[in-house]
């Protein structure tokens, strides 16, 4: 089904409709917000895929990380990964595997 983003007029919130080919059908939207008609389609979000490895060679091991970068699961042993391979040294599957348990959460069930 096509969807479509619509930016409001009156009160500028973006939102998701679904679209069934009809002029008719656009006229009839309204913002969810507001409830204003005047919308106008707007470019929709999309998502970068970045690999494993692609994510490891961009990682600045130097730089400070907040709060909310650690609430991202797939960043769990990236700071340990960085600095191992900048020092020459394999870590092994072994530190793989558990690397892969903490970010899905099975490593923390396995300690309970």
Same mark, same amino acid.
């Given at each position: ?6 930016? !409001?007029?009156? !009160? %500028? ?7 069934? $080919?009809?002029?008719? =059908? =656009?006229?009839?939207?309204? !913002?969810?917000? !507001?409830?204003? &008609? %005047?919308?106008?389609?707007?470019? @929709?979000? /999309? ?6 490895? @692609? =994510?490891?060679? &961009?990682?600045?091991? @130097?730089?400070?990380? +907040? +709060?909310?970068?650690?609430? +991202?699961?797939? &960043? ?6 960085? =600095?191992?391979?900048?020092? $020459? ?5 072994? /530190? *793989?595997?558990?690397? *892969?348990?903490?970010? @899905? ?8």
């Amino acid at each position: 089904m096509p969807i479509f983003e619509y930016e !409001c007029a009156r !009160c %500028r919130l973006i939102s998701s409709h679904v679209v069934m $080919g009809s002029a008719r =059908r =656009r006229e009839r939207l309204e !913002c969810p917000d !507001c409830g204003s &008609n %005047r919308l106008k389609r707007v470019m @929709s979000s /999309f998502a970068v895929v970045e690999s494993e490895a @692609s =994510r490891l060679a &961009n990682f600045d091991s @130097s730089k400070p990380r +907040d +709060d909310s970068y650690y609430k +991202d699961s797939r &960043n769990v042993g990236m700071w340990a990964k960085k =600095r191992a391979k900048e020092m $020459g040294v394999d870590l092994g599957p072994k /530190f *793989e595997s558990t690397v *892969e348990k903490a970010r @899905s959460g099975k490593l923390i069930k396995e300690m309970i």
